[in-house]
Every structure is written in C-alpha cells, then in structure tokens.
C-alpha cells in the first residue's frame, strides 16, 4: 500500500479521490426525478363543490384511468373518473378516486351535513401512473373545456384532511 | 490595467521555485494535483452558474424589483426601487437585446459572476505575485455557492461584488491619472448600483496612500477619484432619470439621493424575517433561500449559503490577520521585509497556528492584505456603524475578497499535501451542494440534508 502511494504521488492519490468522490455526489447525491410507479406527496385544496364540477376530457387512458369525458366532450361511463387539481405547488394533475378515500368520503359527508362548502387542505401519498397529453379540463360543470397540453397522472391513497 | 508592472513586488511565492519560469510554466500551468484541482473547481463552479439559468421563468426572490423597473426604463416610466439606476439600467439593456425573459434578466448577473472569476484571479496573481494565489483565488470564486447564487438571479448584489475586486485590482497598479480616471470611473458606478458601493473607495484610496515610490501629490489623487466618482454618478444618474421620463439635470439627481438616503436611513427596524445583524454574518445564521420551486415529489432549490470549506476560514482568517495588523501596529504592517526573514522572537498572540504562518503572511504581504481587509471593511462597515435594516446579500463584496485574501494565504503554503487536501476537500463540498446552487432536481430530503441548520432553509 504504502508503494503503491508512493508510486502514485499522496497528491495526486487525493486529487483522484476527490474528483471521483465529486463525480459521484454529482451523479447521485442529488436525487432523482420520480418515476412511474413512484409514491410520491401530494398537497392540494379541494371544496366540496369540486366533487361534481371538476372535469377533464379525452379519449386516451393512462393505466386504465380516464376522463369522464371523451376527446369531443361527451359524457362516458367511467367508475373512478380522473380530475384536474392544482396542487399547492400551482401544478396540474390529474388524480382518480380521491373523493372516494375514506377520510374525503368522511368530510364530504360531514361538509354536506353543515351545508359547508369549506375548502380544506388534502395532503396524501399518490403513485405516479404515467403522463396525459392533449386534454381538456373544466372547473364548473358544464363550462367548456381549456385545452391543455400534459399533465402527470395519479392515483392518491392515505389523504389526510386538514380543516381549518 | 492588469498589465502595468511597475509596482514592486511584494515577495516571491514561498512554495514556489526560484528559477524564472518560462512559457506556459510562467502562468502556473503545469500540470499538477493542485491545477487539476483548480481547473475542476472552475469547470464545475461555471457549469452550475449557467446551468437552468432561465429557470424558473418566474421571479426569483427580490428580482422583482428590479426587473419591474428595468422595464419601466424601457417603457419611460419613473423607477419606482429605491437604488440608484445603474443595476437596473444593465438589466433593462439585455432586456432590450434579448427580449423579456428570466435568462436576459439574469444575463447581466451571470457575466458580472463570469467576470469575477477572471478579476479574481488577476488580482491575486497581482497582490500575492503568484500564479499560484491566481489560480486558487479563481477556484474559490468560482466554487462558492453565495457567489454562484448572485450569479445566476437578477439581483444587484453580484454587480457590486465584481466592483469590490475591480477596485482591488485597480489598487494593485500605481498611482497614475488612469488609476484616478478608472478608479473614478469604478467608484461612480458602484455607488450608482447601491450606495454601500460606496466602499469601493476604501482599497482605492488605500492604493493610493500605500503605493511605494510614488512621486505624486497623494491628496490631489484621492481628491480626483472622487471628483470624478461624483462625475460618473451624476452622469448616470441623470441618464436614468431620462429614460425614465423624468427631469433629469444634475439637481433632479441630487434631489432623488437625498430622497432615497433618507428612505434607507430609515430602514432600521430589523423587521423582517430574513434581515441578520452584520455579526452573524460569520455563521451565517440567515442565507437568503433565493429560489424553491417544488414540483410533484421534486424540489429545485437555489441557497445563498455559501461554500462552508471557504465560509469559515476565510472569516476565520480575516480575523486573524485583522488582529495581527491591530497588534503589530499599520507602519509596521506595511514595512518591507525579507519573506524568508526569521520570525521576531516576540511575534505576539496568534503569530502563527498549527504551523499557519499569520505573521510571515502579514510580512511578506502587508500591503495587499491591508487593501483587500480594507475592501471587505470598507462594504461591512455601513451596516456595522449604523443601525440599517442587514441581510447576508450586503456581504458579498467583502466575502468575495476574502476569498482573495485566503487564495493568498493558501498560495504561500508550503506544505503541499495540505493545499491539496484542503482544495480537495472545497471540491467535495461544492459537488455536494450542487443541487441546491443550480436548481437541480431534488428531493426536500436533500435540500434538508445540505441545510442542515433549519434556520437555513
């Protein structure tokens, strides 16, 4: 060992970890971009009101999910629709059966009991399923909808409601 | 500027050899650890200033402030910010070149940062006579996380910085109508990015006073590096009150200074949640978080911490030599003396530490500590002597010459292994922070990790 430092140069053996160290932080220390599959958290405001008015519209499926509109804006029969949401990172997604978690289910009911229409903070754990491209979403039932060009695909679990 | 040789220098480089080098020898370019090293650092430190400059597209931090008013220059309408226009002025000319976007609004930022490095390392090369202080002083610069946040966001601090190691540098050369001219020059201009540009004077004038075998009237030379300070300012003063539709003689100018001092001389309530006393500046207890855009489980992050293997002992350092030149007195300080001299018997507290020579620095390089100290003095000194609302930003110009000054101090090391280590170990922390200096795409875990005082995120 101690040849081979010697040989090598103590300097230049420093200079070799410190490079290689560098180059290792640099390409893993950083994190990663999530991928499909990726739980990942999710925080976002909902109103009751958003259960019947959010909407999106398209014909493709991004595993299994759909809109509950088809490309030209007709109605389709879809059990656990996808619907628009901006997170509290201002960011579009697209998330089926949030309003059918338990502890959502447990405030709608409680909001609608009330005649509260309270917007309240979700936090949750979400997989990320994968990217829907060229779509349309609506925030009123009824309203047309905004073309929009993609956004990320989930599937939430585990919500925790925070009311204010 | 650079290139005026006719100061005398101060002492040869202790680690390096006797013999005149020539050719590329002569600019420190051999190949070695400590270049490699270098070179690495000032690669990197490059590539994370330009990297996702654009992004986000949106404001950063204060950059709204500025902007909004570089286009108000643009449009002829009145700047409502309280600085002076110049740093806007620079904004609002990429804006007109490039169009209204995040990147021509941090162009002039990532130049003013580009630039820095250069005039880093040409004034080391210049105070320390050595290629080797240039080399390292470039490293340092360019691999510190404060300096590549203000390089790559649209605010004013980062064109200050590149003023205070102009003003260095100009401090270098001898005392000459250019020398009052561009120092002049200099001074107006950094006074008409913020007034703590103020500061620029300090080494400037120190320049002056300490320049050996200059023949000139001192006082006159001071006296016309200010005049032509006023000169600049007023000039530059007058020409964005132009743009701005607004009157515009050399009055109009006086008038909006004494407005918007009276503005600053007021901010003294130390309110808002990001100010830190000038004190704590040594920690720092409160970098600015200049940027933090979160994304579905991602973070991009840009921290004005800095690169806490240069922070610590470059304050560290400053210090020590502050209390060496109190100790020994600034006559003696600036006495000539062998490099090679044997310490005094009686070299008093702190002389030296773990085989770190403060006293042989001070003594084969007295002059140039005393400009760039003064430098970083002369910007912290405001806010040490008032009671103006701090933040971390108002050190940048005397953090970056403290990064000089350290360059310097590393340079005269002659124990090699230990100059390799520790610009190995600047390395490692500046590839480790990366992530949170070039908006990368990370985890809040990570940015956690690096911020690992909660008063830092």
């Known amino acids: 060992m101690t040849s081979f430092v010697q040989r090598i140069g103590r300097d230049w053996l420093i200079t070799g970890g410190a490079l290689a160290l560098s180059a290792l932080l640099l390409a893993l220390g950083g994190g990663r971009a999530p991928s499909k599959g990726d739980r990942i958290p999710v925080a976002l405001t909902i109103i009751p009101a958003d259960e019947k008015n959010l909407g999106c519209s398209s014909s493709a499926e991004v595993a299994g999910l759909r809109c509950a509109f088809d490309g030209e804006g007709k109605p389709v029969a879809v059990t656990h629709p996808l619907r628009p949401f901006v997170t509290l990172g201002r960011e579009l997604v697209l998330i089926s059966n949030l309003f059918e978690l338990d502890s959502v289910e447990d405030f709608l009911a409680r909001a609608r009991k009330k005649r509260s229409n309270e917007r309240v903070t979700l936090r949750c754990q979400a997989e990320l399923l994968g990217t829907l491209r060229d779509f349309g979403v609506h925030w009123q039932a009824g309203d047309p909808f905004e073309k929009t060009k993609s956004a990320s695909v989930l599937r939430a679990s585990e919500c925790r409601v925070e009311e204010r | ?457």
């Open chain 2, 1 to 457: 500027m650079a290139a005026e040789t006719d100061d005398e220098p101060d002492a040869p480089d202790r680690a390096a050899p006797t013999v005149r080098r020539r050719g590329a020898a002569r600019f420190g370019l051999e190949l070695s650890p400590l270049l490699v090293l270098c070179a690495a650092m000032c690669a990197l430190g490059v590539w994370l200033r330009i990297h996702a400059l654009a992004f986000p597209s949106e404001f950063l931090f204060d950059e709204h402030h500025f902007v909004e008013n570089a286009r108000n220059y643009l449009s002829g309408k009145p700047d409502l910010n309280d600085h002076p226009p110049l740093g806007k002025l620079l904004q609002a000319l990429s804006i007109a070149a490039l169009g209204d976007h995040s990147f021509a609004w941090r162009l002039p930022s990532l130049l003013c940062g580009l630039a820095a490095i250069a005039i880093a390392g040409l004034a080391a090369r210049r105070l320390f006579e050595s290629p080797r202080a240039a080399w390292i002083a470039a490293a340092f610069v360019t691999a510190d996380g404060f300096l590549i946040g203000y390089s790559r966001a649209a605010l004013l601090d980062g064109y200050l910085a590149l003023c205070s190691l102009l003003a260095v540098l100009l401090a270098t050369t001898r005392p000459s109508l250019r020398y009052v001219l561009l120092g002049g020059l200099l001074a107006g201009s950094a006074l008409s990015i913020k007034f703590s540009g103020v500061a620029v004077f300090v080494p400037l004038v120190i320049g002056i006073v300490t320049a050996r075998g200059f023949q000139g009237r001192r006082e006159s030379s001071a006296l016309g590096l200010l005049g032509t300070a006023v000169v600049v300012y007023l000039g530059l003063y007058c020409l964005g009150l132009s743009l701005a539709g607004q009157p515009s003689s050399p009055v109009a100018a006086l008038n909006e200074t004494k407005r918007l001092y009276t503005h600053h001389a007021a901010l003294t309530e130390m309110k808002n949640a990001l100010v830190s006393g000038w004190v704590s500046w040594a920690l720092p207890t409160k970098p600015i978080m200049i940027g933090y855009v979160e994304r579905l489980g991602t973070v991009r992050a840009l921290t004005s911490l800095g690169n806490l293997a240069l922070w610590w002992p470059g304050v560290a350092l400053a210090l020590v030599l502050c209390w060496r030149v109190l100790y020994r007195g600034l006559r003696a300080t600036l006495r000539e003396r062998k490099p090679e001299a044997a310490p005094a018997a009686n070299a008093g507290p702190l002389a030296s530490f773990a085989g770190l020579d403060f006293s042989g620095f001070l003594e084969a390089h007295g002059r140039a500590a005393l400009i760039v100290l003064g430098g970083a003095i002369g910007f912290v000194a405001p806010w040490a002597i008032s009671h103006r609302d701090s933040y971390i930003y108002h050190f940048l110009p005397s953090y970056v010459l403290l990064l000089v000054l350290l360059a310097g101090f590393v340079a005269r090391e002659a124990r090699n292994t230990l100059v390799v280590s520790f610009l190995a170990l600047v390395l490692v922390v500046l590839a480790f922070y990366a992530p949170v200096w070039s908006m990368f795409e990370t985890s809040a875990r990570a940015v956690n990790l690096r911020l690992f005082l909660p008063v830092w995120r």
